[in-house]
C-alpha cells in the first residue's frame, strides 16, 4: 500500500563468508540474503565497507546464480 514501509523480509542464513588480508588486516565478506514476498534480496558487504553489492530476483535459481557469481568473483581476486 502506498505510504506503508516495505516489509524487510525473512532473513536466512548468510550464502558464503570469506576472508582477505588488506593493509595487514583481516577483512571478512558477507553475503546475506532475505526472503521476500516477490522473490529474494542479497546483500554482499566487507568488514572493512570495500564491497557493496546488491541484487533483488524472482526465483531460486536467480538467487543461486548470483550468489555463485558473486562468490566466484571475489575467489578470483584472492579470497578466501
Do not use: Y
Amino acid at each position: 500500500m502506498p505510504g506503508h514501509p516495505v516489509s524487510t523480509g525473512d532473513r536466512q542464513p548468510d550464502a558464503f563468508r570469506l576472508h582477505t588480508q588488506r593493509c595487514g588486516h583481516g577483512v571478512q565478506a558477507v553475503c546475506a540474503v532475505w526472503r521476500e514476498a516477490d522473490g529474494w534480496r542479497m546483500q554482499l558487504a566487507t568488514s572493512d565497507a570495500g564491497v557493496k553489492w546488491n541484487a533483488q530476483v524472482a526465483t531460486e535459481g536467480e538467487r543461486d546464480q548470483t550468489i555463485k557469481a558473486w562468490r566466484d568473483a571475489l575467489i578470483a581476486r584472492g579470497w578466501v
